[in-house]
Nanobody, 116 residues
Framework: QVQLVESGGGLVQPGGSLRLSCAAA?????????MGWYRQAPGKQRDLVAK???????NYADSVKGRFTISRDNAKNTVYLQMNSLKPEDTAVYYC?????????WGQGTQVTVSS
């Protein structure tokens, strides 16, 4: 079982930046998993924002390309999502995911609100 803990969410003005972190509360090594950030706005489905494989390959939703960067620090057992040039439409609960072909684990989510 992998327990994931997200942090770094909050209220930010349009054009601002936030960095989300996802750490393993358990002793599981996140380096063994593909890691992803998803988001869910009220009344909408949960969508992929960014993903990074165990080998470091990344992919992003078109809506965040050029603004968000996913990275991982295996020594710290942590995955990050750097979010720049934030827009009101980025407002959502952001969830961290750790997955293999066999299992998926989710964090509890962190709220990001972009508003003036």
């Amino acid at each position: 079982q992998v327990q994931l803990v997200e942090s770094g969410g909050g209220l930010v003005q349009p054009g601002g930046s936030l960095r989300l972190s996802c750490a393993a509360a358990s002793r599981s090594a996140l380096s063994n998993y593909a890691m992803g950030w998803y988001r869910q706005a009220p009344g909408k489905q949960r969508d992929l924002v960014a993903k990074i494989t165990s080998g470091g390959n990344t992919n992003y939703a078109d809506s965040v390309k050029g603004r968000f960067t996913i990275s991982r620090d295996n020594a710290k057992n942590t995955v990050y999502l750097q979010m720049n040039s934030l827009k009101p439409e980025d407002t959502a609960v952001y969830y961290c995911n750790a997955g293999t072909v066999a299992v998926n684990y989710w964090g509890q989510g962190t709220q990001v609100t972009v508003s003036s």
